[in-house]
């Protein structure tokens, strides 16, 4: 049982936390309202679910979870983070987030970003992109047993193979298969294990 500590409780992290306490995990949920708000999220997602403010929620996560708007990122705690994996859900929507040049010119990605700011820390939290390519509700719904022919796989993408093996093996128990990597072919493309691995690794040809 890992306790994973949600940066952000909307639509993303609402699904996610159910799906993770449904495999036996515990989750601390927050968000930019406060305590309060989140009570009936709390109560509706039941025992093993708690909430706190951000800071709190990333100082009792074992794994924590940033599922907030990118133009919010520069408020992600970073101490409370120190040596933790914490994944990455955030896509860059120019019309909500506003235009970022170093986005829009390829030059870094949203979880540069995210790990930047938690590089000011003596042992920074390390960064890995995950649950950013499906659909919020479709993380419970699409779940499906290992094995199953409609099995979708999800990427997961870390330049930290230790911290990459704990969610690749976290999807797995979600009911995804994992598939290392990254890109935008996954976006929204209901993919098994093979056909992601085929359209990431196209995807990584031509960038070469
Ligand atoms: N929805 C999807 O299907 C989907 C799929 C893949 C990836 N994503 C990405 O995942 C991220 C979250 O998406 P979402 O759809 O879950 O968004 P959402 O429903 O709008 O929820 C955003 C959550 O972030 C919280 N928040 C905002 N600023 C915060 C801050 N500074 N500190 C802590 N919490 C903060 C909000 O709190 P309040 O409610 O208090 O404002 C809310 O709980 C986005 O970057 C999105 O692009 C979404």
């Known amino acids: 049982m890992t306790t ?3 940066i952000g409780a909307g639509r993303i992290g609402t699904n996610l936390a159910a799906a993770a306490l ?15 708000s989140l009570r009936p999220l ?12 951000p800071a709190e929620a990333a100082e009792a ?19 409370e983070l120190s040596g933790k994996v914490v994944i990455d859900t955030i896509n860059y ?25 938690l590089d000011s820390a003596a042992e920074p939290g390390r960064v890995g992109k995950a649950f950013n390519h499906i659909r919020a509700d479709l ?5 499906r047993p290992a094995g199953s022919d409609d099995r979708r796989a999800l990427a997961v993408f870390a330049d930290d193979t230790s911290g990459a093996a704990w969610v ?28 992601l691995r085929r359209a990431l690794e196209g995807a990584r040809r031509g960038a070469d």
């Open 168 to 195: 690749a093996g976290f999807i797995e128990q979600l009911g995804f298969d994992a598939v290392v990597g990254g890109g935008t072919p996954g976006y929204d493309a209901r993919l098994g294990a093979a056909a």
């Open 4 to 6: 994973i500590g949600f």
């Open 93 to 117: 929507y120019p019309e909500r987030d506003g235009s970022i040049a170093e986005l829009d010119a390829g030059t870094t990605t949203v979880s540069e970003m995210l790990q930047r700011r």
């Open 139 to 143: 993380i419970v719904t699409q779940a």
């Open 42 to 53: 709390v109560r509706q997602l039941g025992p093993g679910a708690r909430a706190a403010s």
């Open 61 to 79: 996560a074992d794994v924590a979870v940033v599922c907030i708007p990118l133009h919010q990122v520069g408020t992600v705690p970073v101490d």
């Open 22 to 36: 449904a495999v036996g995990h515990d989750v601390v949920m927050s968000n930019a309202r406060g305590v309060e």
